[in-house]
């Protein structure tokens, strides 16, 4: 049975490569729900010309596996990536692969991030036969990228790592009326880099979900199909992940600190990409403030209402705590207590000056 249904991925992967253009296929069909989507930072684009597309999960003989996100060069001027998705059908998860065309289709509602948040792109734009790169939403590292402009991405709905759409516990998403025109224009199969990319992660054990268990160790890359190196990011959750990538320390976005994670709805600006402040200072990346709540950041990604990683933490705690002092701490100041007097007597009028006031005197 493991080799039929092999076989059935691989003769719908040569078909996918065979044709230079095609609509998106659907080309598998199950009945287990797809994994939620890892959380990751964006590695830093190789150089210019290339456009982020984000990983997803596939399937194959041995269940769901991660097929990296990476930078990719498409296959001619002027086509943008929409990214695959899972869909709910009658009972089964059908997925539909991810295409090239000159407009961004509908992918389900899913929130890749990095300028996929559900609708469109808000990555960059082609203009005069060269891409726009939106700096707030692009990991440039130490590549001169010159077409660059400035788009703060905020995305006011829920977010979630939900990874398909319809269903009982999926998206309710729907394509909107720009969407359903892109399904009728000309649609591009993927690359032969995309097709080998997804070729070599699903033989790479790592990246079965029955082995990292939603994280996996290769969550992007710089390049296709490079899963070793400097350029390979792996997935994490909590503050323990990020302590393990030295990243808890410092803002998203901020010099010395890491990229957008693939949830931050914020989008601050990459290492090396902020924007310039007059006078040549670089700009600093801003968090809102709750009416009524004063905000401080503690240097994480932002928080989801998943509750997988927090970000901002509110400052709420009291100036001067009331409880017990610290363990192996300074005992506290003596006060001297005020005396009271004895029950039923009053207050005694001062004496005379100069005469000294006779102690009172007990049995």
């Known amino acids: 049975m493991r080799r039929f249904r092999a076989l059935v ?89 991810g295409y090239w065309g000159p407009t961004i289709g509908f992918y389900g509602g899913v929130n890749y991030g990095f300028g996929y948040g559900g609708v469109g792109f808000e990555g960059g734009y082609w203009s005069g036969g060269a891409f726009m790169y939106n700096r707030a939403v692009s990991n440039f590292g130490t590549v001169n990228i010159t077409n660059v402009y400035n788009k703060t991405v905020i995305n006011n709905t829920t977010i979630n790592n939900v990874s398909f759409n319809g269903g009982p516990r999926g998206l309710k998403a729907q394509a909107t009326a720009q969407e359903l025109a892109a399904a009728k224009q000309e649609h591009v199969a993927p690359t032969a880099t995309q097709t080998q990319h997804q070729a070599a992660a699903s033989t790479n054990k790592e990246l079965l979900h029955s082995v990292n268990h939603g994280n996996p160790t290769v969550a992007a890359t710089s390049k296709a199909g490079e899963f070793k190196g400097p350029g390979v990011v792996a997935a994490h959750t909590g503050a323990e992940g990020l302590e393990k990538t030295g990243l808890e320390k410092k803002l998203p976005g901020t010099p010395g600190g890491p990229p957008n994670t693939r949830t931050n709805t914020l989008a601050t600006n990459p290492p090396g990409n902020l924007p310039k402040r007059p006078g040549g200072g670089a700009g600093e990346a801003t968090i809102p403030k709750e009416p009524g709540r004063e905000l401080r950041t503690t240097g994480k990604p932002v928080e989801e209402r998943r509750g997988n990683i927090a970000n901002v933490e509110h400052n709420l705690k009291p100036a001067n705590p009331v409880g017990p002092p610290p363990k192996n701490g300074p005992p506290p100041p003596h006060v001297a207590a005020t005396p009271h007097p004895p029950p039923g007597a009053g207050p005694h009028p001062p004496g005379p000056p100069g005469k000294k006031e006779k102690e009172p005197q007990h049995p």
Not at 22 to 30: F, G, H, M, V
Not at 43 to 67: E, L, R, S
Not at 69 to 97: E, H, I, K, M, S
């Open 9 to 97: 991925i691989f003769l719908a992967a040569l078909m996918m490569a065979a044709l230079p253009t095609a609509a998106p296929a659907q080309l598998i069909s199950i009945t287990i729900e797809p994994p939620v989507l890892p959380v990751y930072v964006q590695p830093p684009i190789p150089a210019p010309g290339y456009i982020w597309t984000p990983g997803y999960w596939a399937y194959g003989p041995d269940g769901y596996f991660w097929v990296p996100g990476t930078w990719v060069q498409p296959p001619r001027v002027g086509l943008l990536w929409t990214p695959g998705y899972w869909g709910w059908n009658d009972g089964v998860y059908v997925f539909n692969a």
